[in-house]
């Protein structure tokens, strides 16, 4: 509702819409940037994330069998999956 009260809506329909909206407010503009931050930091956290998610559930399906037996390889110092994590 906000973003439609900035600009029309049919201006709205890029890959950034928030930073599209501040565009068209050049005193706003250290918004912008702060937003752009904030998506590029949220965007790496959840793709980090993801990625330990994604070694721990290989580990656990070949454990199960349903994968090879080599992605449920533990590391004798860390105790963690390194190859699903290296192949991930």
Do not use: C
Request: proline fraction near 6%; charged fraction near 15%.
């Amino acid at each position: 509702a906000v973003l439609t009260g900035m600009m029309p809506y049919h201006l709205l329909g890029t890959d950034k819409p928030v930073a599209t909206a501040l565009e068209g407010y050049p005193q706003l503009s250290w918004l912008k940037t702060a937003v752009e931050i904030g998506a590029i930091a949220g965007l790496s956290s959840v793709v980090l994330v993801m990625m330990m998610g994604q070694t721990r559930i290989a580990y656990t399906i070949s454990r199960d069998g349903l994968l090879p037996k080599f992605f449920g390889k533990v590391h004798a110092r860390f105790r963690t999956p390194y190859v699903a994590t290296i192949v991930v």
